[in-house]
């Protein structure tokens, strides 16, 4: 069966510091990955997303980037954190042409303070 | 107007009760639809796909209208477990390709 693994659960970071947040996938190739970010009492906001290794789509512009440099393996980052990019990120994967059925990771809980 | 729209609630209502929640969209070319589940602090969970036929799993009911453009979710027999934070999600094409959209979720709490 399928699985995601999201980490850390929780980050506490200064404003101007670096960040990187991992997610991978277990038990299915080549899936569709993405990035959400939620902010408190809001909707889920679509960061990136990539259909394969190398290939990302940035969905709003932002201090923040995204890598995918194996199959099932999709990092989120930024060299310089900002108050605003406070929120609960989330990765999910789902299976090309599978009806865009989501599956998401546990969760990153990010403070900028 | 936005794209997925639902009301926020919170909806509270007694154990045993019945309680709908509608979400509308934009997009008429909006092709598959889904309602997740969230509780609080936790990753969305996908509860269920929404079919035209209108679709049951257990005290969840699930239908589509596509004519007005709207979606709805019954739950009969409301359970404690039940309190959550419900999404609406949209999929299909627009200008910008194929997308998912997100509502921002209804609250519900049940209460003994």
């Known amino acids: 069966s399928q699985t995601i693994h999201q980490w850390p659960a929780t980050l506490v970071q200064p404003v101007g510091s670096p960040l990187s947040l991992e997610c991978t996938v277990e038990?299915?190739?080549?899936?569709?990955l993405y990035w959400y970010r939620q902010a408190a009492g809001r909707g889920l906001q679509l960061l990136f997303y990539?259909?394969?290794?190398?290939?990302i789509s940035s969905e709003v512009p932002q201090n923040l980037s995204a890598s995918r440099p194996q199959d099932r393996q999709f990092i989120l980052s930024s060299k310089k954190l900002l108050l605003s990019d406070s929120g609960f990120y989330l990765c999910?994967?789902?299976?090309?042409?599978?009806?865009?059925?989501?599956?998401f990771g546990s969760g990153t809980q990010l403070s900028v303070l | 107007r936005k794209e997925v729209e639902q009301d926020p609630g919170p909806f509270n209502v007694p154990e045993g009760a019945t309680v709908a929640f509608n979400c509308t969209y934009s997009?008429?070319?909006?092709?598959?639809f889904f309602w997740y589940r969230q509780d609080c602090r936790k990753e969305p969970k996908l509860l269920m796909s929404?079919?035209?036929s209108g679709n049951e799993d257990g005290r969840f009911t699930a239908q589509l209208n596509r004519a007005s453009q709207y979606i709805s979710l019954l739950i009969r027999d409301s359970k404690l477990s039940d309190s959550a934070t419900y999404l609406c999600?949209?999929?299909?094409?627009?200008?910008?390709?194929?997308?998912?959209?997100f509502g921002a979720g209804t609250r519900l709490f049940v209460k003994a």
């Open positions: 999910a994967w789902s299976v090309p042409g599978g009806g865009e059925k989501l599956f």
């Open positions: 038990g299915t190739s080549n899936p569709n």
């Open positions: 990539s259909v394969g290794i190398g290939q």
């Open positions: 997009n008429s070319a909006s092709q598959s």
């Open positions: 929404v079919y035209s």
């Open positions: 999600v949209v999929n299909g094409l627009n200008t910008g390709g194929f997308k998912t959209i």
